[in-house]
């Protein structure tokens, strides 16, 4: 009987620490994935600006040198506070708009000014 008590604590023991080695790794492989993913994000809105002509950025108030720093910039502030604010908001949405999208969305602000 003590025996198996003993054997049963050494078993628990061991399980715990494998939890603990794998938690571990699980949280490391998590965070590697997560900085992949945030690094792909940034390199994407870096690229979309970059397709902007400069006329474009001169609407949102960027200058092509200014880009990259934008962006990171962007990216601290939202993460300081859990999104990003207004003007913020528009350099990452223009950062994402495609051709069609933009001309649609340009009218659409045409149209809002009028009203």
Do not use: C
């Not at 997560?34 to 809105?45: I, K, P, S, Y």
């Amino acid at each position: 009987m003590v025996y198996e008590r003993d054997f049963e604590t050494r078993e628990n023991t061991f399980d715990r620490r494998w939890r603990r080695v794998l938690t571990g790794i699980v949280a490391a492989v998590g965070a590697a994935v997560q900085g992949f993913v945030q690094w792909r994000r940034r390199h994407a809105a870096i690229n979309a600006l970059y397709a902007l002509d400069d006329a474009m950025l001169k609407d949102i108030g960027l200058h092509r040198s200014q880009i990259v720093d934008a962006v990171y910039r962007t990216e601290q502030r939202g993460i300081a506070r859990g999104r990003p604010n207004h003007e913020e908001a528009e350099v990452l949405e223009a950062s994402t708009r495609t051709g069609d999208d933009r001309s649609r969305n340009d009218e659409a602000d045409t149209e809002r000014k009028a009203a």
